[in-house]
Nanobody, 123 residues
Framework: QVQLVESGGGLVQPGGSLRLSCAAS????????MGWYRQAPGKQRELVAR???????DYAESVKGRFTISGDNARKTVNLQMNSLKAEDTAVYYC?????????????????WGQGTQVTVSS
């Protein structure tokens, strides 16, 4: 069974940094995309950053220049380096991934979510 496990959240002061990590386990044929979403209280879940199999990255406008996503397809991991954090970055951050699986029915694409990790930016 495929699982995503996140780590690295916590409390940090404005202007500080945090690094989130996400590791996938299970029988995965290929990593197609991994990324991070976040959800603040009372708001919809939104894309923060994602990276595709070929290394193409995509960032929300609000985090460009401050956050950096990196991935390792062989290790099935994705990291999010968050610098110059602001109070408005406070949210639960979720790892998201699209994998190609080799099942008895053939190759299938599937989406997975982590359990979420809290990031709080406050003085």
């Amino acid at each position: 069974q495929v699982q995503l496990v996140e780590s690295g959240g916590g409390l940090v002061q404005p202007g500080g940094s945090l690094r989130l990590s996400c590791a996938a386990s299970g029988s995965i044929f290929r990593v197609d995309m991994m990324g991070w979403y976040r959800q603040a209280p009372g708001k919809q879940r939104e894309l923060v950053a994602r990276i595709t199999q070929d290394g193409t990255t995509d960032y929300a406008e609000s985090v460009k220049g401050r956050f950096t996503i990196s991935g390792d397809n062989a290790r099935k991991t994705v990291n999010l380096q968050m610098n110059s954090l602001k109070a408005e970055d406070t949210a639960v951050y979720y790892c998201n991934a699209w994998f190609m699986l080799n099942t008895r029915r053939g190759y299938e694409s599937a989406e997975y979510w982590g359990q979420g990790t809290q990031v709080t930016v406050s003085s």
